[in-house]
């Protein structure tokens, strides 16, 4: 498959993923109550099925935003070399902050 189409059915499967996510997302906060007693159901599924739904879901966003990131590396080290091409610090601080900080909570989100 050329590398084109690849990237092009990375990025419509992280659409319709992160589409998914939106909806079950809005449906969880918005349309299905919170707490016991109340008709928690919709379409069929409980509250704990439309979670379970989004987790799966965001699951599988961050596996293929991982996969869309390894297609476009070249890009992205190109992009960061000319925009921030006199700026260590900086640099260091997006590399040494950002990248913990994100396994530290994605670890975390999973424990809990």
Same mark, same amino acid.
């Given at each position: 498959m050329k590398q084109n $189409? *690849? $990237?092009f059915f990375t990025d +419509?499967?992280?659409?319709?993923? +992160?589409?998914t996510l939106f909806f079950t997302g809005f449906l969880l906060y918005f349309v299905i109550p919170y707490g016991k007693g109340q008709n928690s !159901? +919709? *379409?069929? *599924?409980?509250?704990?099925?439309?979670k379970d739904i989004h987790f799966f !879901?965001? *699951?599988s966003f961050i596996i293929v935003l991982f996969f869309h990131l390894f297609l476009n590396l070249g890009t992205i080290k190109a992009m960061i070399k000319?925009?921030?091409k006199n700026k260590p610090l900086l640099i260091a601080a997006l590399v040494l902050g +950002?990248?913990?900080?994100t396994i530290f909570s994605l670890i975390i989100k999973l424990v809990i």
């Amino acid at each position: 498959m050329k590398q084109n $189409k *690849l $990237k092009f059915f990375t990025d +419509f499967t992280m659409y319709l993923l +992160f589409s998914t996510l939106f909806f079950t997302g809005f449906l969880l906060y918005f349309v299905i109550p919170y707490g016991k007693g109340q008709n928690s !159901f +919709f *379409l069929g *599924l409980s509250r704990h099925g439309w979670k379970d739904i989004h987790f799966f !879901f965001g *699951l599988s966003f961050i596996i293929v935003l991982f996969f869309h990131l390894f297609l476009n590396l070249g890009t992205i080290k190109a992009m960061i070399k000319t925009q921030l091409k006199n700026k260590p610090l900086l640099i260091a601080a997006l590399v040494l902050g +950002f990248i913990p900080l994100t396994i530290f909570s994605l670890i975390i989100k999973l424990v809990i």
